[in-house]
């Protein structure tokens, strides 16, 4: 590239920052009542999609877990190396590019993998075998407060993360009851608009197949399983589906009402307080323990209230920025749709190139869970 190419990027670079920073000069703070309802409101139009696992049918071949590295690879990160020096200074590089074969845990390579839990229950030994992936929560926390509006749930349930505008914070890793969401460094925005500095990279995690599913097509791993393991549908049938399964073999419901209900039913003739004690959990390993509704947390709620009506804003101005600054994948079929509208409050650009509201992330032990409870049918 010749010099006055360089000072043409450079000067868009640094026009798509000042746009950003006066764009937010117009927008107004709504009422916090109104802001708080555009942050929780469920999505508008058909009812949204759930997926229902019977665990008693799960034999832990994986099968599902190839077919979702499979199907999904072509989203997975290329990281550029060496990374630059990370900015800000005290955020810890996290590269997963040379352990793209780990399956045994979530990471940015691997949006699924397979849970066991082995013991006694009631006198008699159990193997319980638990896909493990995003749970797509009905009011995810991490769509909610993504200060950028990267993360965002969809009208048909799926919560996923744009690649292309996510600056890495983690924030909706730290805000998630579960800790999904993978983070890989020297990829992302960041490096397109500050090329000389790591940034913190962008998170990733199951998006629930929202390229095959806005085709009518089904996530690959329902698809590969042999067992029929897993199946989709409307929420509410979905619902209905667990509660008589769980019924027929007196067992036990997770993710209905967990984080004030998820779009990943599980149901189990174990309890999943056994199978949580049972099973191995930690970083990229998530347990089975009860959650309360984290946004019904007063503070997350108001920062809610404060992020919802910028998200739509900041994430436009962000891809537009992502396109000014050079190179960018295709749209998918269907776009997120945060729910939510416009004006608000707005990051600065020196917040966006710190890394905003999130900081630096390291792979920590999950935060205690609030109470809540799995639903139980039958009566064991
Ligand atoms: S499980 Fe975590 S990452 Fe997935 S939608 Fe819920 S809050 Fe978001
Ligand atoms: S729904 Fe798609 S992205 Fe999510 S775990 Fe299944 S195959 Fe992977
Ligand atoms: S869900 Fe199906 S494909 Fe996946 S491990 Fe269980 S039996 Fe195998």
């Not at 759930?50 to 665990?55: E, F, G, I, S, W």
């Amino acid at each position: 590239m010749n010099d006055d190419s360089n000072t043409q990027k450079n000067m868009t670079r640094r026009q798509f920052l000042a746009t950003l920073g006066m764009a937010g000069v117009g927008l107004a703070v709504p009422a916090a009542a109104a802001a708080a309802a555009a942050a929780t409101a469920p999505a508008e139009g058909g009812e949204e999609l759930a997926t229902l696992h019977d665990l008693s049918k799960c034999v832990g071949c994986g099968a599902c877990v190839e077919a979702c590295r499979e199907a999904n690879a072509h989203k997975f990160p290329e990281p550029k190396k060496p990374f630059p020096p990370m900015f800000p200074a005290t955020v810890k590089a996290e590269d997963w590019s040379t352990r793209r074969h780990v399956d045994d845990r979530l990471t940015p390579y691997n949006w699924l993998y397979i849970q066991s839990a082995r013991g006694q229950y009631q006198g008699q030994p159990f193997e319980i075998h638990i896909p493990r992936r995003c749970m797509h929560c009905q009011n995810p926390p991490c769509a909610n407060l993504c200060p950028w509006g990267a993360a965002a749930r969809q009208n048909n349930g799926i919560v996923r993360i744009d690649d292309e505008i996510c600056l890495g914070g983690a924030k909706c890793k730290t805000v998630c009851p579960w800790e999904i969401p993978m983070r890989q460094t020297g990829v992302g925005l960041y490096l397109k608009l500050m090329p000389t500095y790591g940034g913190n990279g962008v998170m990733y995690k199951c998006d629930r197949c929202a390229d095959r599913v806005a085709k009518g097509g089904q996530p690959a791993c329902i698809e590969a399983c042999p067992y029929g393991v897993q199946e989709i549908g409307p929420r509410s049938e979905i619902v209905a589906k667990a509660h008589a399964l769980a019924r027929d073999m007196g067992g036990y419901i997770y993710g209905e009402t967990e984080n004030g209900g998820t779009n990943s039913l599980y149901v189990s003739p174990v309890p999943f307080d056994v199978l949580d004690a049972a099973a191995t959990t930690g970083p990229g390993k998530p347990h089975l323990s009860p959650v309360a509704d984290m946004m019904a947390d007063e503070d997350k709620l108001a920062l809610a209230a404060l992020l919802a009506p910028v998200a739509g804003v900041v994430a436009g101005a962000l891809r537009l920025g992502s396109r000014l600054a050079g190179g960018r994948r295709p749209d998918p079929p269907e776009g997120p749709k945060p729910d939510s509208g416009g004006g608000g409050a707005r990051p600065s650009a020196s917040e966006l190139l710190a890394g905003g509201f999130g900081k630096g992330f390291t792979d920590g032990a999950s935060p205690a869970p609030k109470d809540g409870q799995g639903g139980k049918e039958g009566g064991k």
